[in-house]
């Protein structure tokens, strides 16, 4: 499993809360994608997010489960992770 496969900062004066999406030929049925960033589930949760203060940074971890039952063989995936922030608080 990937850790700390990428990282998402704050670099505004603002609290912001973070969310996250897989998406595209991630939404596989056979494939299954997990995203976690400070100990939060971000997705496939719905509703999961993290806040983060001023000048903090979390580490996003990414895990990929297949199907034992994928029987397609070689497949190009062209997905994507949506990271969306939203200011919960200014200075």
């Known amino acids: 499993m990937p850790e700390d496969l990428f990282t998402v900062t704050n670099n505004s004066k603002a609290f912001y809360t973070v969310t996250m999406t897989a998406g595209g030929s991630l939404e596989h049925p056979h494939l299954e994608v997990s995203l976690v960033a400070g100990g939060v589930e971000l997705y496939p949760t719905d509703g999961g997010q993290v806040t983060l203060e ?3 940074t979390v580490a996003v971890t ?3 489960t297949v199907d034992e039952d ?4 070689t497949t190009n995936l062209t997905g994507y992770i949506r990271v969306t922030s ?4 200014t200075p």
Do not use: H, I, N, R
């Open 86 to 89: 939203e200011v919960v608080e």
């Open 54 to 56: 001023p000048g903090e």
């Open 62 to 64: 990414v895990s990929f």
């Open 70 to 73: 994928w029987s397609e063989g």
